[in-house]
């Protein structure tokens, strides 16, 4: 980190708008070195100790996760989820390709193979990228590491495991690396188990054990002015299980490739990357905790290029360009089942050749006004197309709805002795599906440097979000499909809009920053507002109940725009308490967030606000060893929005302690987390579905967060 105050850590500087500046002043270097800058681009020191998913390592720069599957929890940005913040990996953009997004981007990363990783929430800059009006999530793999003559030989290499006792958990990670000066060849994999895991009660929380691999061959070439970077992927989840969906994963293989070209010119740097990404994904029934049958295939593509040029126009002066394609390709068909009335003859299909294309082009201008002064300024337009083909029910008689009289599928909501996907397909096939839309985001952000110990930042920005293709295009109506429908983890039923316009949000965030002269303390405090024209949210079109119970009951929900508001505030510090020899050095952290959403027409809460949450903890670093003591609080959640008939949550607190000792090559870590085993329920949780299926008098309940777990990992790099 850049900065005159040693004490303070980058994972501190955490405000909206101080992570957009950084992101990107980071990869250019000012002329004026008398101006502070902040660099918040996390890396991931000793990154093979790190095993499991990348949610934690974006959980200390201030994300929150929407419950899903061990390893597809949806990010949250400012109150916003799912396409709304825009999730690069190495820069490629993957789409999740799954009515329920069970496969979003993060989910084809472990932590051990991250490098690098940002967060730019709210007021993101144009060059961070587009589609999206929450923010920018950008985690990086690839980081070249060459030897020091001509000869390609061994370079490095890790063994890394590591165990949770609270699921079970067992995985494994390695890596190795033959390098020479101007080639580096890399390898790095991962392997996951784990079985369910227990609340603080000590009851299972059903459905939620998965298993996982990733594999990553990165080779780089580079000379003077130029280097050259290929990664192939491959990954394989045999199965997922997802507590708060009504479909399980029961398999998801991918392969991706991602191809980098930079190259130094006089004026500046010019880069090129290529992306592609192919997954067959599978939902259905795999275990004994959440049972049924009902199998749901997805076959996707995401494709890409990027073209973007840094010039450096003058000392205090740089220009960014940029040109962009993404792709993006899918087939959503559910097969049907021999001997099944309800689920055949014909397999229903959801989403035929479904097309999404964007088309964009930025232009960025950074400046070094004066010693105090800095500005970025900048545009892009994307020009978005999305298509659909025909689709079919899963028959053309009217037999029931589909889903009646189908044994072990309990969790169903009601089903109709009708089947109206039958005139749902019908009015779908006939209707003109293609649609465009033109999209022009905007960021204007400034910077002020007060003193030396005193900072002002200030940005707006107007920015866009096009429909994502499940938004437009799921068509059926019965009971049955839109329960299939939906990645929000509420047991609704959500029906498309091909009518929907895009998001337009204009967000003005503010922040200010101030730390102590002999660089003992600091002190951020951030607000921000967004105002979101034809926010998709949705209308309440029918609901379904299995029994006679208000508590059993869903809605039947259909995607439509409405007008949002969202704004927050977040305080937070950090300050040194002991500074020793003998005792090390002490530092005490605390952070305070506040994040409010509601409908303007109706002033209703919008759908999982996180509530008022606090996180204090003491660190200790002494010699090889480091320690933490941290205290998290989290407010009881009372607004919740009715149209998904969300539930209120009880506060709660968690204590979670940690040790870590790094002696050269070896990194031992032990972990306990929630101490106390406290029981809590997820405020971004959603409902179990799973437990509904098992007992249906308590309703649908909020999925409870892991009771106390010991975690300890080991890892060996040599």
């Not at 660099?39 to 095993?51: F, P, R, T, W």
């Not at 002999?518 to 607000?527: C, E, F, R, V």
């Not at 090390?584 to 606000?609: K, M």
Request: charged share 20%; aromatic share 10%; with cysteine.
């Amino acid at each position: 980190m850049s900065n005159h105050n040693s004490v303070i850590n980058s994972r501190y500087a955490l405000s909206p708008l101080a992570l957009c500046i950084a992101s990107l002043v980071s990869p250019y270097v000012l002329a004026d070195d008398s101006i502070e800058v902040i660099e918040v681009q996390g890396q991931n020191v000793n990154s093979h100790a790190n095993l499991g998913s990348a949610e934690q390592l974006l959980t200390e720069l201030g994300v929150d996760f929407s419950a899903a599957g061990g390893v597809s929890s949806l990010p949250i940005l400012n109150g916003m989820m799912g396409d709304r913040v825009k999730v690069l990996v190495d820069g490629a953009d993957i789409t999740a390709a799954c009515g329920n997004q069970m496969n979003p981007p993060l989910s084809y990363i472990s932590a051990n193979q991250v490098s690098s990783y940002q967060v730019v929430a709210g007021v993101s800059p144009v060059s961070a990228g587009g589609d999206n009006i929450a923010g920018v999530i950008q985690v990086n793999t690839i980081a070249p590491q060459y030897g020091e003559n001509d000869t390609l030989s061994w370079h490095s290499g890790y063994l890394s495991a590591q165990y949770r006792s609270t699921n079970n958990a067992q995985a494994v990670g390695v890596g190795a690396r033959l390098a020479s000066d101007t080639f580096s060849l890399n390898y790095q994999g991962s392997f996951e188990d784990a079985d369910s895991y227990e609340d603080g009660n000590g009851d299972l929380v059903l459905d939620t054990l998965y298993r996982l691999q990733n594999h990553a061959l990165t080779a780089a070439l580079r000379d003077d002015k130029q280097q050259l970077v290929v990664k192939l992927t491959r990954q394989k989840i045999p199965f997922q299980g997802f507590p708060n969906q009504y479909m399980d994963m029961t398999d998801n293989t991918s392969y991706g490739l991602i191809a980098q070209y930079k190259r130094t010119v006089d004026s500046g740097e010019f880069q090129a990357q290529v992306n592609y990404n192919d997954v067959k994904h599978e939902m259905g029934f795999f275990t004994d905790e959440k049972t049924g049958m009902m199998p749901m295939n997805t076959d996707a593509q995401d494709f890409s290029y990027q073209l973007n040029w840094r010039l450096n126009l003058d000392a205090d002066t740089t220009l960014l360009l940029g040109q962009e394609y993404y792709g993006y390709r899918i087939d959503d068909w559910w097969p049907a089942i021999e001997g099944s009335m309800m689920m055949g003859p014909n397999d229903y299909v959801n989403i035929n050749d479904g097309e999404r294309d964007r088309y964009t082009g930025f232009v960025e201008l950074q400046k070094q006004l004066n010693n105090n002064w800095w500005v970025s300024a900048g545009t892009r337009i994307e020009y978005v197309q999305t298509n659909a083909g025909e689709v079919q029910p899963y028959s053309d008689m009217t037999i029931g709805d589909g889903m009646n009289g189908m044994s072990g599928m309990g969790n169903m909501p009601a089903m109709n002795m009708t089947d109206p996907n039958q005139d749902a397909a019908k009015e779908f096939n006939v209707m003109d599906r293609a649609r465009s839309n033109t999209l022009v985001d905007a960021s204007l952000l400034l910077r002020y440097q007060i003193s030396n110990e005193d900072e002002l930042q200030f940005g707006l920005a107007r920015k866009n979000r096009a429909p994502n293709l499940y938004e437009r295009y799921s068509w059926g109506v019965s009971s049955m499909s839109t329960s299939m429908i939906g990645w929000f983890g509420d047991g609704n039923g959500y029906i498309g809009n091909p009518d929907l316009d895009p998001e337009t949000a204009h967000t003005i965030s503010t922040s200010y920053t101030k730390s102590a002269k002999d660089g003992q303390w600091q002190i951020t405090a951030n607000a921000w507002y967004t105002q979101v024209y034809d926010y998709i949210d949705v209308t309440v079109v029918g609901s379904t109940n299995r029994t006679d119970m208000p508590a059993t009951q869903r809605n039947t929900l259909q995607f439509t725009n409405l007008d949002a508001t969202l704004y927050g505030t977040k305080l937070e510090g950090i300050i040194r308490v002991v500074d020793s020899k003998n005792a090390g050095t002490w530092d005490l952290t605390a952070a305070l967030t506040s994040t409010r959403g509601e409908r303007d027409d109706s002033d209703d809460p919008l759908y999982q606000i996180m509530p008022l949450h606090s996180k204090v903890a003491l660190e200790q670093q002494l010699g090889k060893w480091q320690n933490s003591l941290s205290w998290q609080w989290v407010d009881s959640k009372t607004r919740v929005d009715p149209r998904r008939l969300e539930n209120q949550t009880d506060s709660y607190s968690l204590v979670n302690l940690a040790t870590k000792a790094t002696w050269d090559k070896l990194t031992v870590r032990l972990v306990i987390t929630n101490l106390l085993d406290e029981y809590y329920q997820q405020p971004l949780g959603g409902v179990s579905i799973a437990q509904f299926n098992v007992d249906q008098s308590q309703g649908f309940s909020q999925l409870a967060g892991q009771g106390r777990s010991l975690n300890a990992g080991i890892s060996y790099a040599f």
